[in-house]
């Protein structure tokens, strides 16, 4: 159980247009999903915080205009980058948690955005 | 503010034993995470410690002192497979969102 998909899993385009990324959780309903950017050999930033029917928490120096986040139903949740530029090409990674407990969450595969 | 530190390289022989630490300063603590990240793959859940000590699971252990602010990862009887990422990741602030350190590289030679 407890599993989280992303889709796409890997996605290419091109510079000024914008990608939506899902993250779904498939055998449970996630009060709360959280996105992540990993950029090569560093460690994962935590880019916003999504609580299904409310509007996204963005971490400092995340640009909400930029980095649209829906969290339409407790199983989905897509992140969109608007006017996407080359270094905005990362490791895009979701993770879902049930409840506000500390230990039920729960990560996606990732998805590797890359920006021409 | 938040800061959590771990070495960027480690490299250790196979067989042996690697410990890997974390430092973190934190408001608000409610548990630190240790997980296991391949290249191009999302992080793996290895251990959960909420109060201090040493938590045991097979060939991996992990310890915490709160008062010191300081975890390690202990990892025995190194494998190859082990050659990963290793990232230390705290709970806390009211939301109990997860803030990962900067990760330490392991490479496990022959």
């Known amino acids: 159980g407890a599993v989280v998909s992303q889709h796409p899993s890997r996605v290419i385009c091109k510079s000024g247009t914008s990608v939506k990324i899902e993250c779904r959780s498939l055998?449970?309903?996630?009060?709360?999903m959280f996105w992540y950017r990993q950029f090569p050999k560093q460690s994962l930033m935590l880019m916003a915080t999504?609580?299904?029917?409310?509007?996204?928490?963005?971490e400092q120096g995340v640009e909400k205009d930029k980095f649209l986040i829906n969290h339409a139903s407790l199983t989905l949740s897509t992140l969109t980058v608007t006017s996407a530029h080359p270094e905005d090409s990362s490791f895009y990674i979701c993770?879902?948690?049930?409840?506000?407990?500390?230990?039920?969450?729960?990560f996606g595969p990732g998805t590797r955005l890359t920006v021409t | 503010g938040q800061n959590i530190d771990q070495p960027t390289e480690m490299t250790a022989t196979e067989g042996a034993i690697v410990q890997i630490n974390c430092t973190y300063q934190?408001?608000?603590?409610?548990?630190l995470f240790w997980y296991q990240q391949h290249a191009g793959e999302a992080p793996t859940f290895l251990s959960y410690?909420?109060?201090?000590g040493l938590e045991e699971k097979g060939r991996f252990s992990s310890f915490l002192s709160r008062s010191k602010g300081y975890s390690y990862l202990l990892l025995k009887e190194l494998q190859m497979k082990d050659s990963a990422s290793y990232l230390c990741?705290?709970?806390?602030?009211?939301?109990?969102?997860?803030?990962f350190g900067t990760g330490t590289l392991l490479a496990v030679q022959p």
């Open positions: 993770s879902a948690r049930v409840g506000q407990g500390v230990y039920e969450q729960y």
């Open positions: 055998d449970f309903q996630a009060t709360t």
């Open positions: 999504s609580n299904e029917g409310s509007k996204a928490t963005y």
């Open positions: 934190t408001s608000g603590f409610n548990g």
């Open positions: 410690n909420v109060l201090d």
């Open positions: 990741a705290v709970v806390g602030g009211a939301t109990n969102k997860l803030i």
